[in-house]
């Protein structure tokens, strides 16, 4: 039998947080928590590039404290990815300090306090309310970014909370738009503005509604795509064109929205495996997601800035699992980078040169999100096409690297010590790709060691890995099958054939004296 709705509660709040970069231009905060028969769900939009899993964890620390129903496990905190709102100081992890700047404990101390604050608020306003959720499409709005598929999320979801007397509390607004800048221009300083695309977002949808509410802009499946509006620069008034162009979507989608004053509610949130990495632990090993049920609507966690092919996967599924509507929430709970698609993993182009964690992250989603499938039903990667087209001899590479897990081990090491051993920079391969500089400037001598070799596959994806699409698909079958980076299968692979090489190159790796491992070759 079908859960019984219990009557909604909610509560809203805001505030903003003078930025340690550029005070004249405070950051926004906003939050909305809703009940249901006892159950809390707190959503709560942050206007930076970025933010990650400890600036989630200091916050839902000050919210237990202080006796709150509303922490770490159903705390749904997440950025805008406005890029010019790269705030220091406020993350903790070694992707998040290379993106805006060293972990400043004063600087997260402060931003915490407020945040929690703030939602501390929207939880004690809690009153008897009802909802509106609808969809509608924008795909005039955004573009692929050059290099990218040419695949858009354009679905456009909305959740509109009101007072019983029907007084507006807060909206909260799920669209794909660019979101923060990549590595390459991590460093280079950006002007500071009003609110950027969120803040014009947010304005535009109080005006549309006709109530100066929260409003809580999510950003979605959005890391292969740019802006259709503002090909030459996020100007003020193309911020605000986009604006008034999205709010008119919002008001019209939930004009037919039918509203609910008793629901169901949910929240499961896990800890779960991250693929592994040649950089090891200095990339988190594990991240959070996050999962939110709202009756037929499903909220996805996104912990990064996911390609658009990874968020339409994740909206089928939940569709195909019977739920309506589907908010794909990026930049939640934690920051991993980019993931792009397979086939621009494999081009490396240059936002996919610091996509640290492989080819498979449109597999990984898959299998971490929605678990509940049927015994029937396909696994996720099965509807990826650079996949599924080749899906016996992935599946049988899969089988193939589980049984030789201990053995392409074995092949890695001493090829891994080798490469530390030249520092990670071998003649013929290039010195460390350029999108790497800004990362480079953070670290020490031992994880430079590591980014070489890092870079060096970069290289050779860019150069030398002239594989077939089914050649590639064997190879990210073996590297999930055997639970080993996929960069380090690569460099085994193309290794493996030093005669194939450019002289200079073939020169260097016979020079490692190690052997290699050609996984064509049965």
Same mark, same amino acid.
């Given at each position: 039998?079908?859960?019984?709705?219990?009557?909604?509660?909610?509560?809203?709040?805001?505030?903003?947080?003078?930025?340690?970069?550029?005070?004249?231009?405070?950051?926004?905060?906003?939050?909305?928590?809703?009940?249901? %028969?006892?159950?809390?769900? !707190?959503?709560? &939009? /942050?206007? $930076?590039? =970025?933010?990650?899993?400890?600036?989630?964890? +200091?916050? @839902?620390?000050?919210?237990?404290?202080?006796?709150?129903?509303?922490?770490?496990?159903?705390?749904?905190?997440?950025?805008?990815?406005?890029?010019?709102?790269?705030?220091?100081?406020?993350?903790?992890?070694?992707?998040?300090?290379?993106?805006?700047?060293?972990?400043?404990?004063?600087?997260?101390?402060?931003?915490?306090?407020?945040?929690?604050?703030?939602?501390?608020?929207?939880?004690?306003?809690?009153?008897?309310?009802?909802?509106?959720?609808?969809?509608?499409?924008?795909?005039?709005?955004?573009?692929?970014?050059? %290099?990218?598929?040419?695949? !858009?999320?354009? &679905? /456009?979801? $909305?959740? =509109?909370?009101?007072?019983?007397?029907?007084? +507006?509390? @807060?909206?909260?607004?799920?669209?794909?738009?660019?979101?923060?800048?990549?590595?390459?221009?991590?460093?280079?300083?950006?002007?500071?503005?009003?609110?950027?695309?969120?803040?014009?977002?947010?304005?535009?949808?109080?005006?549309?509604?006709?109530?100066?509410?929260?409003?809580?802009?999510?950003?979605?499946?959005?890391?292969?795509?740019?802006?259709?509006?503002?090909?030459?620069?996020?100007?003020?008034?193309?911020?605000?064109?986009?604006?008034?162009?999205?709010?008119?979507?919002?008001?019209?989608?939930?004009?037919?929205?039918?509203?609910?004053?008793?629901?169901?509610?949910?929240?499961?949130?896990?800890?779960?495996?991250?693929?592994?990495?040649?950089?090891?632990?200095?990339?988190?090993?594990?991240?959070?997601?996050?999962?939110?049920?709202?009756?037929?609507?499903?909220?996805?966690?996104?912990?990064?800035?996911?390609?658009?092919?990874?968020?339409?996967?994740?909206?089928?599924?939940?569709?195909?699992?019977?739920?309506?509507?589907?908010?794909?929430?990026?930049?939640?709970?934690?920051?991993?980078?980019?993931?792009?698609?397979?086939?621009?993993?494999?081009?490396?182009?240059?936002?996919?040169?610091?996509?640290?964690?492989?080819?498979?992250?449109?597999?990984?989603?898959?299998?971490?999100?929605?678990?509940?499938?049927?015994?029937?039903?396909?696994?996720?990667?099965?509807?990826?096409?650079?996949?599924?087209?080749?899906?016996?001899?992935?599946?049988?590479?899969?089988?193939?690297?589980?049984?030789?897990?201990?053995?392409?081990?074995?092949?890695?090491?001493?090829?891994?010590?080798?490469?530390?051993?030249?520092?990670?920079?071998?003649?013929?391969?290039?010195?460390?790709?350029?999108?790497?500089?800004?990362?480079?400037?953070?670290?020490?001598?031992?994880?430079?060691?590591?980014?070489?070799?890092?870079?060096?596959?970069?290289?050779?994806?860019?150069?030398?890995?002239?594989?077939?699409?089914?050649?590639?698909?064997?190879?990210?079958?073996?590297?999930?099958?055997?639970?080993?980076?996929?960069?380090?299968?690569?460099?085994?692979?193309?290794?493996?054939?030093?005669?194939?090489?450019?002289?200079?190159?073939?020169?260097?790796?016979?020079?490692?004296?190690?052997?290699?491992?050609?996984?064509?070759?049965?």
């Amino acid at each position: 039998m079908p859960a019984m709705g219990a009557p909604l509660h909610a509560g809203a709040s805001q505030a903003a947080i003078a930025s340690p970069a550029s005070p004249g231009a405070p950051f926004a905060v906003d939050a909305l928590v809703l009940e249901a %028969g006892q159950a809390y769900v !707190a959503f709560c &939009t /942050v206007d $930076v590039a =970025a933010l990650d899993r400890s600036l989630l964890d +200091a916050v @839902a620390l000050r919210l237990e404290e202080g006796g709150s129903a509303i922490g770490r496990d159903n705390l749904l905190l997440s950025a805008t990815g406005d890029p010019s709102k790269r705030c220091p100081g406020l993350m903790r992890s070694f992707l998040g300090e290379v993106l805006v700047g060293p972990f400043e404990p004063s600087a997260q101390t402060e931003a915490a306090d407020v945040i929690a604050a703030v939602i501390a608020e929207a939880e004690g306003a809690l009153q008897p309310a009802s909802a509106r959720i609808a969809e509608t499409e924008a795909p005039e709005l955004h573009a692929p970014r050059d %290099g990218a598929s040419s695949t !858009a999320d354009s &679905t /456009v979801c $909305v959740l =509109a909370v009101a007072s019983r007397d029907a007084k +507006a509390l @807060a909206c909260l607004v799920n669209y794909a738009l660019e979101p923060a800048l990549p590595f390459a221009q991590a460093q280079h300083s950006v002007s500071a503005n009003t609110g950027g695309r969120p803040g014009a977002i947010a304005l535009a949808v109080q005006e549309a509604l006709g109530a100066a509410i929260p409003v809580l802009f999510c950003n979605g499946a959005a890391g292969d795509l740019a802006s259709a509006m503002a090909p030459g620069g996020d100007t003020g008034e193309s911020a605000a064109e986009l604006g008034r162009t999205l709010a008119g979507a919002v008001r019209e989608s939930l004009e037919t929205a039918g509203v609910r004053e008793e629901v169901v509610l949910s929240c499961r949130t896990r800890e779960v495996l991250l693929p592994p990495t040649l950089l090891g632990e200095m990339l988190p090993v594990t991240t959070v997601l996050q999962e939110v049920r709202l009756d037929d609507t499903v909220f996805l966690s996104m912990p990064g800035a996911p390609a658009a092919q990874i968020g339409l996967l994740l909206r089928v599924r939940a569709m195909m699992q019977g739920a309506e509507h589907v908010f794909l929430l990026g930049l939640t709970g934690d920051y991993l980078g980019f993931q792009p698609t397979i086939e621009e993993f494999f081009a490396a182009t240059p936002e996919a040169c610091c996509a640290f964690y492989g080819p498979l992250m449109v597999k990984w989603y898959g299998d971490q999100h929605l678990r509940g499938k049927t015994a029937q039903e396909e696994p996720a990667w099965m509807e990826v096409p650079a996949l599924g087209r080749f899906a016996s001899g992935f599946g049988a590479a899969l089988e193939r690297g589980r049984v030789a897990r201990e053995a392409i081990a074995a092949h890695w090491a001493p090829l891994s010590a080798a490469l530390d051993q030249a520092g990670g920079k071998m003649p013929g391969f290039g010195d460390v790709p350029k999108e790497f500089f800004s990362v480079l400037s953070e670290v020490d001598a031992a994880q430079a060691t590591a980014f070489g070799k890092a870079g060096m596959a970069v290289h050779v994806r860019r150069e030398f890995a002239d594989f077939t699409e089914e050649q590639r698909a064997i190879l990210m079958g073996l590297a999930e099958g055997a639970s080993v980076p996929f960069d380090a299968l690569l460099l085994l692979q193309v290794f493996s054939h030093p005669e194939r090489l450019p002289e200079e190159a073939a020169a260097a790796v016979q020079a490692l004296n190690v052997a290699g491992c050609d996984f064509f070759a049965n």
